[in-house]
């Protein structure tokens, strides 16, 4: 069955960065597009950035182009969202999602942003 595995948040100051990472099982992982969401206090879930299968090609939302960069390791089965020059408004639960007939999340993984 298709599980998705998130780590690497925590909290840090403004200015700061993070590395997330999604480990995937359960489908065919090079040819599959992925993506992070997020999840403010409060707010409904959001697409953060998402990264097709061959190729790589990468497509982020406004509030974040320029400073996260979404990026996979075929090898490793495994997407990775770099977070830099973060945002108090950034602090969310961010989840790792896959399509595949329906979605599927990860367990999420908090990230704070706050001094």
């Known amino acids: 069955q298709v599980q998705l595995v998130e780590s690497g948040g925590g909290l840090v100051q403004p200015g700061g960065s993070l590395r997330l990472s999604c480990v995937a099982s359960?489908?065919?992982?090079?040819?599959?597009?992925m993506r992070w969401y997020r999840q403010p206090p409060g707010k409904e879930r959001e697409l953060v950035a998402s990264i097709t299968g061959v190729g790589g090609s990468p497509i982020y939302a406004g509030s974040v182009k320029g400073r996260f960069t979404i990026s996979r390791d075929n090898a490793k089965n495994t997407v990775y969202l770099q977070m830099s020059s973060l945002k108090p408004e950034d602090t969310a639960v961010y989840y790792c999602?896959?399509?595949?007939?329906?979605?599927?999340w990860g367990q999420g993984t908090q990230v704070t942003v706050s001094s």
């Open positions: 359960g489908f065919t992982f090079i040819t599959t597009a």
């Open positions: 999602n896959v399509y595949g007939g329906r979605d599927y």
